[in-house]
């Protein structure tokens, strides 16, 4: 039985917070609500979880993490949002109304606030429960909206949140006919991306499609403009600054100068970063990417991650830094499994770029596909190694969204790739000029040359050349640090035989992640927690590296 508690205070700041389940189409009426802004995203205190927070002239709307019924972390971060908040939004889509409407009421209910229930995906709904609706709402005043969150117009939009404002705590005898209101289930027919072999080899094939096309669109187009920038502006600089002290121009145009190093950063990284944003966020709009995530989950939880995982995954083969801050929306039982297997076996823009150009001055190009095979190997033997204990930690059934599929909206779409465009450039640019800066002094002083001697002992066991040192240290800045083994017109690269080079090419790119994605592991997860990923890849590259020395070698 519910009790009265004390009336609500309508004097405080509004602050209005969305709440709803995954694929509701919660984000999409925030940016609605919003004007279409992104808003600010925020860490929240204690959790790996963030929310966007856009303050408007009425009010500030919050867009709270989406609710599942797998991730206990999660839905207590939404329940601190909730005690912080004045109003609330729950956003239940009006296929699945009952079900996820009484998933929603326990978690507002006791906090006597004001709310609305918007109603989303009024184009899939029956025409006889959106009469039912609107005679609950005359007959009983109750606060429904029903809308198609991806059509709403400013003019609705206003409406919207004028509503929320008028309205007053819901009497008990209100809530306790909200959760008896039923209406027709509608369930997707389609069958695309089944949980079977079938599905599973679909998913795969949209996979590499929707993230395979875009990475090598923008790898050809970052060849194209780096010259450029040579040209125009990187040499130029430098010419500028000769006779100017060693170290000025060490950090401005060095191998990993401010300006150098960071045109080339943003020239590489950028490209990739907006063309797999596009390509997620039509993916997204259109409901595959849920369809695609539910289908894999049982196979990927098997290696201790879900379906969730694999977008940031994925976004890893453009730039781990952005995969990495993707992970936030990953389960909390998951994140650093999912972190880890990234920084070990997703290649950024700049490591594929830098081993195609290492296998294709060797005339070995062909060297690619078994390398990126073994990169896949290689993750899946380091996370069942080191995570087993997130299978028992996902022991629960898969939750499938059966969600819709339909056209992405232009609307929608550059909403969600503003989003990622405007988390690289101020949260992963600013991270990339701080190394920029750390890398150019310990080249100046030649720590480097140092750190090369760190691996003296494991290039002797698996008998390749001293002089590879050099390379797998500069690796550990940034992944195209290995380009150095081409130096010296080859001289390295012609001492090797077949499989020496893919094996070096391979600890390479496994041995560390760069430094940029270790320092925003460490922001994101705490120096412990980072150190601890870098240790188990240290380690689980070794095993590896050895294993493939013997195969290659005495068999």
């Known amino acids: 039985m519910l009790k009265e508690k004390k009336p609500f205070n309508s004097a405080i700041v509004e602050r209005v917070l969305l709440i709803g389940l995954e694929s509701s189409g919660k984000t999409t009426l925030f940016s609605h609500l919003t004007g279409n802004h992104v808003g600010d995203e925020i860490n929240v205190k204690g959790s790996t979880y963030s929310i966007r927070v856009q303050k408007m002239a009425d009010g500030e709307f919050v867009d709270s993490p989406g609710i599942r019924i797998d991730d206990s972390l999660s839905n207590h971060v939404v329940k601190k949002e909730i005690e912080r908040a004045s109003r609330f939004i729950l956003v239940v889509r009006g296929t699945q109304f009952y079900d996820e409407l009484n998933q929603l009421l326990p978690l507002v209910t006791d906090q006597r606030k004001p709310f609305v229930i918007l109603v989303s995906h009024a184009d899939k709904m029956q025409e006889s429960s959106k009469r039912l609706l609107r005679k609950f709402m005359l007959q009983?005043?109750?606060?429904?909206?029903v809308v198609d969150s991806r059509k709403v117009k400013e003019e609705q939009c206003a409406n919207i949140r004028s509503f929320i404002y008028e309205q007053e705590p819901l009497t008990l005898s209100q809530l306790d006919l909200l959760t008896k209101?039923?209406?027709?289930?509608?369930?997707p027919k389609e069958r695309i991306f089944s949980q079977n072999l079938f599905g599973y080899i679909q998913a795969l094939i949209f996979i590499l499609a929707i993230f395979l096309v875009p990475v090598v669109i923008a790898y050809q187009l970052s060849g194209i403009i780096q010259p450029l920038a040579d040209q125009f502006v990187i040499h130029p600089l430098s010419e500028s600054l000769n006779g100017q002290p060693s170290i000025l121009k060490e950090l401005l145009v060095g191998n990993y100068g401010l300006l150098s190093l960071g045109i080339y950063s943003f020239i590489w990284a950028f490209p990739v970063v907006v063309l797999i944003g596009f390509s997620t966020a039509v993916v997204d709009e259109s409901g595959l990417k849920d369809r695609i995530v539910d289908c894999l989950d049982p196979p990927l939880r098997k290696i201790g991650l879900n379906g969730q995982d694999l977008v940031p995954i994925l976004t890893g083969f453009g730039c781990n830094v952005v995969a990495v801050f993707q992970t936030r929306n990953c389960s909390y039982c998951t994140r650093t499994t999912c972190i880890s297997l990234i920084a070990f076996g997703s290649s950024c823009s700049y490591q594929i770029g830098a081993t195609l150009s290492l296998f294709s001055a060797a005339h070995h190009v062909w060297l690619f596909l078994p390398y990126i095979g073994l990169l896949f190997l290689g993750g899946i033997l380091h996370t069942r190694l080191w995570y087993a204990h997130g299978t028992t930690a996902l022991g629960?059934?898969?939750?499938?969204?059966?969600?819709?599929?339909?056209?992405?909206?232009?609307?929608?779409?550059?909403f969600r790739l503003k989003g990622v465009v405007k988390q690289f450039l101020l949260q992963a640019m600013p991270i990339f000029i701080l190394i920029c800066i750390f890398a150019s002094f310990l080249n100046f002083f030649n720590v480097i040359h140092f750190i090369a001697y760190l691996f003296y002992p494991l290039l002797a066991l698996l008998h390749l050349p001293l002089d590879a040192g050099v390379g797998l240290a500069f690796s550990m800045i940034r992944k195209d640090g290995m380009l150095v083994f081409n130096q010296g017109n080859g001289a390295l690269l012609a001492q090797l035989s077949v499989s020496q080079l893919f094996l070096l090419v391979f600890m390479a790119s496994t041995l560390s992640a760069c430094f940029v994605t270790i320092w925003t592991i460490g922001r994101e997860l705490g120096l412990k927690t980072a150190a601890g990923i870098v240790i188990r890849q240290l380690v689980t590259s070794i095993i590896c590296s050895i294993f493939l020395f013997v195969l290659l070698f005495f068999l």
């Open 396 to 414: 629960g059934p898969t939750f499938i969204r059966r969600s819709f599929l339909q056209a992405p909206t232009l609307k929608g779409t550059i």
């Open 140 to 145: 009983h005043h109750l606060p429904f909206i």
């Open 181 to 187: 209101i039923h209406l027709d289930d509608v369930i």
